[in-house]
């Protein structure tokens, strides 16, 4: 017993000894809601956000992750951040659109042609633009996650070509720029909170959604669906925002601490999605989905087609959002 006792003072003598540097951390829960699953790669992401967390803040800076839309879908849960209800959230940015209408730039069809380009663009002064819009609106974007390229998926027929798309019911993200890119295509789309999106297509409400291959996987998707096409028709960002109230209330070391753990939960996030996606694939069609790619000439027409989107959304988007990003690609593309 006594040795025991004094174990344990020599451990608070460390700890102590320690403490200056942990003095302006307070214990804080911080919980972090998402539309997907535990088992999708922002998990492996908020793991490694956590270790950093602990490490920079002696254990007090916690996050409690609520999966599969647990604490509401994106947009409701994003506005419980700017009321300063809730701290976190890992969400698209694509539902946000009707409150900062600049971040539709992201949903704008063929953006970006790989995601070399989409982490340039995001990681630099263009994100750090959005990221200001963001704040205005009550929201701090810690940093930009990967959701990535996103992919048709259908119970009706395969889709190998412009004309396939005509009259199929798709699933689009509650925003004007997907909803016209998909009926520019000819399909009759609907908007839809994510969390809806299951048993509507169970049920065959719809026949058709389109998300990137490790979320058609990790949310079961392929479970109801027989085709999948790789479309690639857009790149949409995962942003993870604090609550703006919330975040202004913590110690600048708080803070600092956890804008820098965001981006080591963003390096890892990255890194495990990058390489989970053909694995997704892999096991999509091992669970029976016929895989279908366009042809080059077809992938070049769509997205030739596709481009009135971009004329049509460009003043709501804002035309200096939609020129500063082009110019960006351009120069990363070295044109
Ligand atoms: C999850 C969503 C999802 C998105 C969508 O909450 O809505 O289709 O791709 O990842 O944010």
Known sequence: MRKLLLTTTAIAFAVGAAAPAMAEFNSRNIRVSNGINQDHPVGNGIKAMQACLDDKSGGKLKLTAFWGGALGGDLQATQALRSGV????????????GLIPSLGVFDLPFLFANSKEADAVMDGAFGDMMNKKLEEQGLVNLAYWENGFRNLSNSKHAVNKWEDFSGLKVRVMQNNIFLDTFQNLGANATP?????VFSALETNAIDAQENPYVTIDTSKFYEVQK???ETNHAYTPFLFLFSKPIFDSYTPE???ALRECAVVGRDEERKVIRELNQKSLEKIKAAGLEVNTLSAEEQARIREKSMVVYEKHKAEIGADVVDAVLADLKKIRGQ
């Open 254 to 256: 708080e803070q600092a």
């Open 86 to 97: 809730q701290e976190a959230v890992v969400t698209s940015s694509s539902p946000l659109v």
């Open 227 to 229: 085709y999948i096409t």
């Open 192 to 196: 839809m909170a994510f969390g809806e």
